[in-house]
């Protein structure tokens, strides 16, 4: 399964193509459609940082993913997620979409909007590895152990 050509901005206003944007040769993105959901995602960061220090390559994106609207509504919530984002690196892992929410779950396999979902790509935009919901243990071996089969420590 590969995740779908979309485009976005990130909250540092840069238009972003997805997956061709992506910097890493691994991606990890956070797929959240809830605001409240970022209690969620704000489990992962942790994990993720020092997944990006341990190998090369590895790159990790939050997507808050939201129902089309006009651009006065967009310009709306994206100015609102940028005040209350002033990191400049966290702004630029942060790549808002608006879109048809059930086309895209049905694209990706994603049930519901229920909880965050936690993707794994790899250039090409194909899906290696997901799950969902807040960060546990288990979920991050999981992942460890698919990256540590695609890619290379730091040295």
Sequence with gaps: MRFP??????????KVTLPDDLSGDLNVVLVAFQQWQQSQVDT?????????????????????????????????????MRAGIPNPKARERTITLYLDKKSF??????PHEQNIF?????????????TEGAFTLE???????VVDRSSRPTT
């Design 44 to 80: 992962w960061l942790p994990y993720l940082e020092d997944l990006e220090q341990t190998y090369a390559g590895i790159c990790y994106y939050e997507l808050p993913v939201i129902r089309q609207m006009n651009w006065l509504s967009r310009t709306f919530i994206n100015e609102g």
């Design 105 to 110: 779950r049905e694209i990706l396999g994603l």
């Design 118 to 130: 936690v993707l794994l790509l790899d250039r090409q935009g194909q899906i290696l590895w997901k």
């Design 139 to 145: 979920q991050g071996e999981d992942l460890k152990a």
């Design 5 to 14: 050509t979309t485009t976005g901005a990130n909250l540092l206003r840069r």
